[in-house]
């Protein structure tokens, strides 16, 4: 493969981050046969958006089928299948439903390797769904991974685009650990080039997106997306930020985000969640710790409102960071003494923000 | 699906029938101006309509007094509106207003009217049921001989909560009334997908705890057998569980039908919607009151979704409003 | 506590009969040996001991292939044995030593033996329910007829997650046999303080799982419930629910008695001490036989406890091993 | 009441942790008959290690009571029974059990006050016990106070002495949102001076437990012990590190650990608890988002080893900071030129450290 500056290929058909997910999961399926897929609404008429449409006629109910409302047990059920020596892909619609299965993905899932010393291995992928601004509230719209990062034994992958949304989850399925796959809603429509053939997005790189010396911008999930519009905002008026894409949460590859914030000495980390205790707070004390105070690097956090996600339309935009407010924050950390500067926000907006209206 | 048994004819005196009929009424209408308001994109929630399925709630609350309470899941309008929840605070809670039961915080699925009662509803499925075992917990303490109902889907019979929930509540003689509308459906999954056998009121029997199906939707006997429940449980008999089967007519959530989705078909609700109670009670009313209660409806949702649209949003300034009790 | 039923005569081949002693007997001896060392603080690990409950384990057991598979629970030092766990690798891991089951990193509540198909045992109650359904949805995609056992105590039927894996393990006709071990307490929390009634049996079979209980403690009676289970679920007719009455006669946790702690009193135990199935066998065995299983005990227990304390503690550079499989 | 340097008033009897949290109950349910208490193993003999001994007996069974193992409902019980106006005290004797409980707590209890804007409260606290070197292992070990620190709506508080036991305790009860109350085992039976009548720590509020120039050390929970015991094994070679104990980590009080890190121009967290998106992740985003890389701080972080708890004694050691260690770390912060340096082991040692060895 060919490589471009930001570590995707370029090969491949334009495809929907929904139908490399699609994809991902039939090519490994067909590869091995222990790889099963199950969850509630994976075999109904929507196929979870989508990316499960098709399964259940290819591959046969025994490897895909839906559940009860019981994720508490069907996630010990993807436990004890994958130390069975199955490979289960266990899907949820929604993150904020993986609450309901902390104490088996917490107290066994993340140990069971460990705490048997080795003797057996969870190769699991739970797979959920993050969204914004779907007017949902509380329960609805909630990203979870920090909780999932603080547990040892446990990967966290959020690709931020189609190419690496087929590329991690074949990378998760095939891993031997249990994987929490945490797929954003407003991307399942975006494009990118995909290759046909399976690939894999391994665990623990990092990629840089677009290179820049002013500022390292870290997006998650979605937020590279919007930290890229921010990144255009940001070049008009002369300021050059370089957008890295952890990819892989756990294992994180700190170094090259180290070594982007070492050269522009400014760090910024854009999540779609909470702040308090989240991946930002991590990524800039695993910096500063590497880089010391020599290396004078300003640091920053965007992310979620620390409130419940409130549906009313006022509310919710000020909830999320946004292209704009990430711009913003930016400017204030490589101009901190010059006044105020407010993009344009009907110009901050993404595509897909504008489109999007449902279905839920 | 089972059979659907021969409807009994409804045996209320007129004054009954007559409210039956307008709180069947309101709700239904109600939600038919959300749904023919959703695709305008002025509610900014999904929203999971009771049509079909009203006279569970009804039937059941109208045994209730005022200050019994009641404690309902995401698909809660009907609910809610049947115990005498505030529709314009509904409306303005819909289109994400300040003056919104929940300050345009919660939604079509967080529904909330401490004044009537009201536990605020959950989108998780089952969460409310633990919740409602503590509010009877908390009224059992009290000693007034007030009750909880708590209403919840057939699919929320699959969660270990509602399991965990029952037992306690046995154990402690809750003064909780459990009521599964069984629709048959948790989203687009058909029962025989989910449950294993559907001897559920066996099951929840095994507890010590009266467990009574109703299979045809009929509200009066749904109200009786609320009645008798409320009345021992006001005298400390512990709980009583009611299976109602019942049938929703729209999609999961969104406004529209879905029986050309391929999951479920049309003639599987023709006998729900033929002993439609709300059908049933309007024939028979006189047409005059009929007609009075009719536009008396069209005029309080006229006037609520008014209300609604006057509101402002709550202003962004607020967003961190709430967020702890000071 | 319910009335100890009076004990039937076994009616087992000599064979059997000296095959459950020895079975019964080693897993006694080893909890007494564990117990004896442990003020000795050379166990670094909390141990729930099985004494007095041992015939559950080897009853069903009995009744299985070595390539069936056992899940238990933190209380599964009797499980682990009767199938077959190696008792070297059991004392290293109470021991902490790096030939430990699980190298050190387990412990009592964690012993694992993947060569016997004994699934790792876990501490939070009720949390391996679902793991075994796991284990048997795999088997019978495997299609060769193995099946799994999963025991557990009274009080892990009161986690939502058992009920949740009933109600799969029925619509999937998974081959799990569901062992409760009922010994009418939760630490020292009496089954009446949590349980609304007794009719656990009854419950589960509304699932369509064919339930059984054992009161008596009768290692034979429980054998043969057993393997007639295993029998049609080889055949694919799904689960099967066993409720096996017995008595704790250490304290919940730790190598001694508490009879004085006040919570339950010492005759409920004489019943139960009075019938313990490992005297009955060894008296319907011959004394040559005894003495000469006892002594082998003693040799197999003297050896691995030997074993434990001539391996190693793990590297303390090894702490970061096995977090990840590579 | 008089103040000392450390905050406390030093006034009444010296009192045991664990009979400091019994006394605080008892006096809130005394004062106010909303307060009640309930939890597994609350009411039998054992008390839970004695902080809830007596209860029953003076309060009767409707306000003392034991549950059955159903951690899900009966937390949701609890925030019901908040709901209606009770005040309920959840007791779990593990803080790893509350994995079972982490729906009702993520979506219910944080979100409701939020979520209903405003129209009711969910007044209830939630005990929960950690622990260091029980030999327990994996699933008994944990301290998982960094999953709720992310949860706007919940606040978290973690006494480190007997005095601040009962005044936080206190505190949790008569607020009016939920509260996790984490208590480390190891200082059940440690004394200090504790006033007799009702007094709060308040939410908030750190304390300044010892001062020093040199560095500025924040404990967690019993790492504020391990911190005390750690700056004087510092003190011996000339290193004065300011030792603070925000007490509560939901709300934070920042402002007191920025002012001493700006001083002392070297910021060390030890938690009881991993460090990845940890409290300790947390504390140094927070200073070094307001205290800009101008502030020069050197930045550190000790917590659990990234895995699952071993009982095995070689890896148990290792698996905690202790004294030895917290110093070690602070003397290279402090002296990053300088040779190691490493206190003696068993000097290091903390008291409650060499007697413990159970019960469980
Ligand atoms: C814990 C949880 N799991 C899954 C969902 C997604 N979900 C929303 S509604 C629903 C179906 C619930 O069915 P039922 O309880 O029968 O209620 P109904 O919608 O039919 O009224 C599901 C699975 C959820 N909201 N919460
Ligand atoms: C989920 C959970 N809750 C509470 C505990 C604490 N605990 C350990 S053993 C036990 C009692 C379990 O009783 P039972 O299932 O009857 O098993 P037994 O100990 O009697 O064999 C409890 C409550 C736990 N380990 N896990
Ligand atoms: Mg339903
Ligand atoms: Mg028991």
């Known amino acids: 493969m060919s490589t471009r500056p930001d570590g995707m290929s370029g090969e491949g058909r334009l495809l929907r981050y929904v139908d490399a997910l699609a994809e991902a999961v039939a090519q490994e399926m067909e590869r091995d046969p222990r790889v099963f897929v199950f969850g509630l609404d994976v075999t109904d008429h929507k196929g979870i958006?989508?990316?499960?449409?098709?399964?259940?006629?290819?591959?046969?109910?025994?490897?895909?089928?839906?559940?009860?409302?019981?994720?508490?047990?069907?996630?010990?059920v993807a436990i004890g299948a994958a130390m069975a020596g199955l490979r289960p892909v266990h899907v949820h619609i929604r993150n904020d439903f993986l609450m309901l299965a902390m104490n088996q993905l917490v107290n066994i899932a993340a140990k069971t390797h460990a705490m048997y010393g080795g003797a057996v291995t969870v190769p699991m992928v739970v797979r959920s769904m993050i969204g914004k601004s779907w007017g949902q509230g509380a329960q609805h719209s909630q990203a979870l991974h920090a909780l999932f990062l603080h547990i040892p034994g446990l990967k966290v992958v959020m690709p931020s685009n189609a190419h690496d949304a087929k590329g991690a989850l074949i990378a998760a399925i095939r891993d031997d650990n249990p994987v929490i796959f945490i797929e954003h809603r407003l991307l399942y429509p975006t494009e990118a080039y995909v290759p046909e053939a399976p690939y894999t997005v391994p665990p623990g790189q990092a990629r840089i997106c677009m290179t820049g010396d002013d500022l390292t911008l870290v997006g998650i999930s979605n937020m590279v997306v919007e930290c890229l519009r921010a990144r255009e905002l940001l070049a008009e008026i002369g300021i050059q930020a370089e957008v890295i894409d952890p990819i892989w949460l756990e294992p994180l590859d700190i170094?090259?985000?180290?070594?982007?914030?070492?050269?522009?000495?400014?760090?910024?980390?854009?999540?779609?969640?909470?702040?308090?205790?989240?991946?930002?707070?991590?990524?800039?004390?695993?910096?500063?710790?590497?880089?010391?105070?020599?290396?004078?690097?300003?640091?920053?956090?965007?992310?979620?409102?620390?409130?419940?996600?409130?549906?009313?339309?006022?509310?919710?935009?000020a909830f999320y960071p946004n292209p704009a407010t990430i711009a913003e924050a930016a400017y204030r950390m490589v101009k901190p003494d010059a006044p105020a500067w407010h993009p344009d926000p009907e110009r901050a907006k993404l595509a897909y923000q504008v489109q999007f209206r449902g279905p839920f | 699906m089972d059979e659907h048994p021969p409807l009994t004819i409804p045996s209320g005196t007129p004054a009954e029938i007559e409210r039956f009929y307008r709180s069947l009424r309101r709700i239904r209408r109600v939600e038919e101006e959300i749904a023919r308001l959703y695709p305008s994109n002025v509610i900014r929630s999904p929203i999971h309509l009771s049509i079909g399925q009203e006279a569970v709630s009804v039937g059941v609350i109208d045994g209730l007094n005022p200050d019994d309470v009641v404690a309902a899941s995401y698909r809660g309008h009907a609910a809610y509106l049947a115990k005498g929840g505030d529709l314009k605070a509904?409306?303005?809670?819909?289109?994400?207003?300040?003056?919104?039961?929940?300050?345009?915080?919660?939604?079509?699925?967080?529904?909330?009217?401490?004044?009537?009662?009201?536990?605020?509803?959950?989108?998780?499925?089952?969460?409310?049921?633990?919740?409602?075992?503590?509010?009877?917990?908390?009224?059992k303490r009290e000693g007034r001989g007030r009750v909880v109902v708590v209403f919840f889907g057939d699919g929320a019979t699959e969660e270990g909560v509602f399991h965990e929930t029952l037992n306690f509540a046995a154990l402690h003689r809750l003064p909780l009334l459990f009521v599964c509308e069984n629709n048959f459906y948790a989203i687009h999954s058909p029962l025989d997908h989910r449950w294993a056998t559907r001897r559920l009121c066996e099951r929840v029997a095994t507890y010590g705890i009266p467990a009574h199906q109703i299979t045809d939707g009929?509200?009066?006997?749904?109200?009786?057998?609320?009645?008798?429940?409320?009345?021992?449980?006001?005298?400390?008999?512990?709980?009583?569980?009611?299976?109602?089967?019942?049938?929703?007519?729209?999609?999961?959530?969104?406004?529209?039908?879905?029986?050309?989705?391929?999951?479920?078909?049309?003639?599987?609700?023709?006998?729900?919607?033929?002993?439609?109670?709300?059908?049933?009670?309007?024939?028979?009313?006189?047409?005059?009151?009929?007609?009075?209660?009719?536009?008396?409806?069209?005029?309080?949702?006229?006037?609520?979704?008014?209300?609604?649209?006057?509101?402002?949003?709550?202003?962004?300034?607020?967003?961190?409003?709430?967020?702890?009790?000071p």
């Open chain 1, 49 to 76: 958006q989508g990316s499960t449409l098709g399964l259940r006629e290819r591959f046969g109910p025994d490897r895909v089928f839906g559940t009860p409302l019981s994720e508490d047990a069907m996630t010990g």
């Open chain 1, 255 to 317: 170094e090259t985000i180290a070594a982007s914030a070492r050269r522009t000495r400014r760090l910024l980390v854009a999540d779609n969640a909470w702040t308090r205790c989240g991946i930002g707070a991590e990524i800039i004390a695993a910096v500063l710790e590497r880089a010391g105070p020599a290396a004078g690097i300003a640091v920053g956090r965007l992310g979620f409102a620390a409130t419940a996600c409130p549906p009313a339309p006022t509310l919710e935009a």
């Open chain 2, 90 to 139: 509904m409306f303005a809670e819909l289109y994400g207003r300040d003056t919104g039961c929940a300050r345009g915080r919660g939604g079509s699925m967080h529904l909330i009217d401490p004044a009537h009662h009201l536990l605020g509803t959950s989108a998780v499925v089952g969460t409310h049921i633990p919740l409602a075992a503590g509010q009877a917990l908390a009224l």
């Open chain 2, 218 to 325: 009929d509200l009066l006997r749904i109200r009786a057998c609320a009645l008798e429940a409320v009345a021992s449980m006001r005298q400390g008999s512990g709980p009583v569980f009611l299976e109602c089967h019942t049938y929703r007519w729209c999609e999961h959530v969104g406004p529209s039908e879905d029986f050309e989705a391929g999951y479920r078909n049309r003639t599987e609700a023709q006998p729900w919607q033929e002993t439609d109670p709300l059908d049933v009670m309007g024939r028979l009313l006189d047409p005059l009151t009929r007609a009075q209660i009719d536009q008396e409806i069209t005029l309080e949702i006229a006037e609520a979704v008014a209300f609604a649209e006057a509101s402002s949003f709550p202003a962004a300034e607020e967003l961190l409003a709430h967020v702890y009790a």
